[in-house]
């Protein structure tokens, strides 16, 4: 081998780090959002009302969201690795529990348990990619994040074909969750061997001999511009959560699209995730609060779009209303990212970042149920109404943000 051969080799491999990173919350949001394409096919098999699964997945979401501080926590005092490599094996084995037909019960505990080992990926994913590449955060965000919503576009697509075949351990839909299961192990072996090994010295070292005091992570939140962020990162994953948890549903019982039709939708809403290779890069050169307070606006634009349209418009109409609050909502992800990461002290990242997770993921968490009993009570157009409203109101404090800037 050529010495230029082996200098190539060498420059593609620091890119292991975010490659690996990047392909395991690609596996951690497929199996997430394999379940929303499903509820219909749930709700017929089980025989589980609306408001019950928008309670299950709220549990699945819930405890993610009381995994983001811990983990953070166990990051900043152990290893990035270990923690993110620990939470990728058990989603995986949540995974390959639910590749068997089982009861209710089983369903809903396999989602707990995909719940808790994906609730490490991100918090101490962001953490180890922008200790990685310090002067990249951006970009290398914003790889991570479209890997990640890629899932969304990859899960869709992967239901409907295994739907239809038949099953290899149980039905024909589960073989998603064996395929995710098998694919994640590996993944999470190649992570935890190639990994160590990329990182920069000191970007992945412990903190055992003293810890940080709890009251320090607290200390940010004195900051007005960091709590009013922190409530914008709130307001947005209310609504998101809801709108990836129901999207597909409201489009079969409110807009009166065909089920397959509506998968394909829900995709569209992941595939316009490559924006955020732009938004990382633009907040890189331009400043993070402009770039934030123009995704949200699309965001609540496109929601807004969609409610409208619904029953006047076809698909394309609204499958372009989609397309709108995708760019919105996945171009607004790594921004947040980066601008946090710029705002917590690098003794306290992994906790501090897990802290607002925790918050903003619990809000995220409760969403789904609270749209399950209003849709059932109220109907679905209010709920989505009320997700609009909630992505406006994320507009407006990014805008006093930036204004006061």
């Not at 009251?215 to 998101?240: D, G, K, N, P």
């Not at 969609?306 to 709108?324: F, H, N, Y």
């Not at 171009?331 to 903003?360: C, E, H, K, Q």
Request: charged share 10%; hydrophobic share 55%.
């Amino acid at each position: 081998m050529s010495r230029l051969e082996r200098s190539r080799l060498a420059r593609l491999a620091r890119f292991d780090a975010i490659v690996l990173t990047s392909a395991l919350w690609f596996l951690g949001k497929f199996v997430r959002f394999a379940f929303p394409p499903l509820f219909e096919r749930i709700a017929g098999v089980y025989q589980i009302s609306t408001a019950g699964l928008g309670t299950a997945f709220s549990g699945l979401l819930l405890v993610y969201a009381v995994l983001q501080f811990p983990s953070g926590l166990l990051a900043d005092r152990f290893s990035s690795v270990t923690v993110i490599g620990a939470g990728a094996t058990l989603a995986a084995l949540g995974a390959l529990a639910l590749a068997v037909d089982a009861p209710l019960a089983a369903l809903i505990a396999a989602m707990l348990v995909i719940g808790a080992g994906t609730g490490t990926l991100k918090t101490v994913g962001v953490r180890l990619l922008s200790r990685t590449y310090p002067r990249q955060t951006g970009r290398a965000l914003g790889v991570f994040d479209t890997f990640g919503a890629f899932g969304g576009v990859a899960a869709p697509a992967v239901v409907v074909v295994f739907a239809g075949l038949p099953g290899v351990v149980g039905a024909g839909w589960r073989t998603t969750f064996l395929l995710a299961g098998v694919v994640g192990l590996v993944v999470t072996a190649a992570f935890v061997t190639r990994v160590p090994a990329r990182l920069p010295d000191g970007a992945d070292g412990d903190d055992r001999d003293g810890g940080v005091p709890v009251r320090e992570y607290a200390a940010m939140f004195r900051s007005w511009r960091f709590s009013t962020f922190v409530v914008v990162t709130i307001l947005f994953s209310f609504a998101y959560n809801a709108v990836i948890a129901f999207l597909p549903l409201y489009l079969i019982r409110e807009a009166g699209v065909a089920s397959n039709t509506a998968s394909l939708l829900f995709s569209a809403l992941f595939a316009v995730s490559l924006i955020q290779l732009v938004t990382g890069e633009v907040s890189d050169r331009t400043g993070t609060l402009p770039v934030m307070g123009v995704t949200l606006g699309l965001a609540t634009l496109g929601l807004g779009s969609v409610v409208v349209l619904t029953g006047v418009a076809g698909p394309v109409a609204l499958g372009a209303a989609i397309v709108c609050l995708g760019v919105g909502s996945h171009g607004y992800r790594p921004v947040r990212g980066a601008y946090l990461m710029s705002a917590i002290p690098a003794s306290v990242a992994g906790g501090s970042l897990g802290a607002v997770r925790t918050l903003l993921m619990i809000a995220g968490a409760s969403s789904p149920a609270l749209v399950g009993v209003i849709s059932e009570t109220a109907g679905f157009r209010p709920a989505f109404w009320l997700l609009t409203a909630a992505l406006a109101a994320a507009t407006v404090l990014s805008a006093v943000l930036w204004a006061f800037e």
